[in-house]
T-cell receptor, first 115, second 110 residues
C-alpha cells in the first residue's frame, strides 16, 4: 500500500509567520505535488516536482515555495502566511513512469488556519 | 469557463437506487480521465480510470464521450457507504498534471 504522510493534520499560525508543511511518501515515487482545496474551487495545483531538487510552478504558486532535497520528501513553504492562505493542503505522489495514466496518491491533508 | 465542470449536487439517492452524473471538460487534447472519491474531511482516493470504450467496476460504470467532451459515472444499487463527493479528474495535454473538478456530492439515504 502506498503511504503518503503529512506532518500535521491541523495547524494554526499567525499572519506573517513562516510555515513549513512536510510530506513524505514511502513508495519511491518520482512525482510529488502540492494542492490546496477550498470550498467551491476544488483542488488547485500549487507546485509539483518530477525529481529531486527539481520543482515547477503549478496554477497558483504565488506566496508559496517548495523544497525537494530527498526523493521521498516534498516540503511546502509559506514565506509569510496570510489569511487568504487558510485552506486544506493536500500532498500527492505518483510513480512517474512517463505514461499518461498515473494514479496520484494523496496524504491525509493539513488544515491550516492563519489568524 | 472552468477546465472541468461538475454539478455540485447534492444528489439525494434512496438506498438501492441508481444514480448517474456527468462531468464536462474543455481541453479536447486531454487523454486520461479518472473518477476520484472523497469522503468528508478525508483525502481523495482513486475510484476508477475511465477508458474510451467505457468500463465497469462492480456497481460503478464510467463512460467517456470524446465528441461531446464529457465523462459520466453511474452507480447501481446504491449503498449508504457510497455517500461521498465524486471528483472528476482530467489530465492536461502536457505532462503529468491533473485538473480536478469541484466534485459532485452524493447522499444515499435509507
Amino acid at each position: 500500500d502506498v503511504k503518503v504522510t503529512q506532518s500535521s493534520r491541523y495547524l494554526v499560525k499567525r499572519t506573517g509567520e513562516k510555515v513549513f508543511l512536510e510530506c513524505v511518501q514511502d513508495m519511491d515515487h518520482e512525482n510529488m505535488f502540492w494542492y490546496r482545496q477550498d470550498p467551491g474551487l476544488g483542488l488547485r495545483l500549487i507546485y509539483f516536482s518530477y525529481d529531486v531538487k527539481m520543482k515547477e510552478k503549478g496554477d497558483i504558486p504565488e506566496g508559496y515555495s517548495v523544497s525537494r532535497e530527498k526523493k521521498e520528501r516534498f516540503s511546502l513553504i509559506l514565506e509569510s502566511a496570510s489569511t487568504n492562505q487558510t485552506s486544506m493542503y493536500l500532498c500527492a505522489s505518483s510513480f512517474g513512469s512517463g505514461t499518461v495514466q498515473e494514479t496520484q496518491y494523496f496524504g491525509p491533508g493539513t488544515r491550516l488556519l492563519v489568524l | 469557463r472552468k477546465e472541468v465542470e461538475q454539478d455540485p449536487g447534492p444528489f439525494n439517492v434512496p438506498e438501492g437506487a441508481t444514480v448517474a452524473f456527468n462531468c464536462t471538460y474543455s481541453n479536447s487534447a486531454s487523454q486520461s480521465f479518472f473518477w476520484y472519491r472523497q469522503d468528508c474531511r478525508k483525502e481523495p482516493k482513486l475510484l476508477m480510470s475511465v477508458y474510451s470504450s467505457g468500463n465497469e467496476d462492480g456497481r460503478f460504470t464510467a463512460q467517456l464521450n470524446r465528441a461531446s467532451q464529457y465523462i459520466s459515472l453511474l452507480i447501481r444499487d446504491s449503498k449508504l457507504s457510497d455517500s461521498a463527493t465524486y471528483l472528476c479528474v482530467v489530465n492536461r495535454a502536457a505532462g503529468n498534471k491533473l485538473t480536478f473538478g469541484g466534485g459532485t456530492r452524493v447522499l444515499v439515504k435509507p
